[in-house]
């Protein structure tokens, strides 16, 4: 996508952004407290993403040499070596927080459904993990 397109698209989500943000000031109604919320929340999210991507564009416009050095550093076999042993590494310390959650979940006798989402997801990893590990098995 041209520069020129990009921009306008990030123009559009700040403005979509500003009038969620209104929205959700506005909406002070008791009944609409949680909408009022999640639209700031969301509103202020996309504010956020659209100035950085305005930026980002400013930033390759003036550094061009930078800007493909950096995509070169990305794209090395070496570094995405890297990013896939930090990624592993860290999924494998996120399924025992996740369990470590739910055991102490149960132990100061929370919600029911909060530990059993948290095991649930915790043997989700564990499916998705075999899943594709058979996949790439298969493939190599």
Same mark, same amino acid.
């Given at each position: 996508?041209?520069?020129?397109?990009?921009?306008?698209?990030?123009?559009?989500?700040?403005?979509?952004?500003?009038?969620?943000?209104?929205?959700?000031?506005?909406?002070?109604?008791?009944?609409?407290?949680?909408?009022?919320?999640?639209?700031?929340?969301?509103?202020?999210?996309?504010?956020?993403?659209? &100035?950085? @991507?305005?930026?980002? #564009?400013?930033?390759?416009?003036?550094? !061009?040499?930078?800007?493909? =050095?950096?995509? /070169?550093?990305?794209?090395?076999?070496?570094?995405?070596?890297?990013?896939?042993?930090?990624?592993?590494?860290?999924?494998?310390?996120?399924?025992?927080? &996740?369990? @470590?959650?739910?055991? #102490?979940?149960?132990?100061?006798?929370? !919600?029911?459904?909060?530990? =059993?989402?948290? /095991?649930?997801?915790?043997?989700?990893?564990?499916?998705?993990?075999?899943?594709?590990?058979?996949?790439?098995?298969?493939?190599?």
């Amino acid at each position: 996508m041209n520069p020129k397109k990009k921009k306008i698209f990030l123009i559009l989500g700040i403005t979509a952004a500003l009038i969620l943000d209104f929205i959700g000031i506005f909406a002070g109604a008791e009944h609409l407290k949680m909408i009022s919320g999640i639209c700031i929340g969301i509103g202020s999210a996309l504010f956020a993403l659209c &100035i950085n @991507g305005l930026y980002r #564009l400013s930033y390759e416009k003036e550094f !061009p040499e930078v800007v493909r =050095l950096e995509k /070169i550093e990305q794209q090395d076999e070496r570094n995405v070596q890297i990013r896939n042993r930090a990624k592993a590494r860290t999924s494998d310390i996120t399924r025992w927080v &996740i369990i @470590g959650i739910g055991w #102490l979940n149960f132990l100061v006798s929370g !919600p029911l459904w909060i530990t =059993l989402a948290l /095991i649930g997801v915790f043997v989700l990893v564990y499916l998705l993990d075999w899943c594709y590990m058979d996949k790439y098995q298969r493939e190599m």
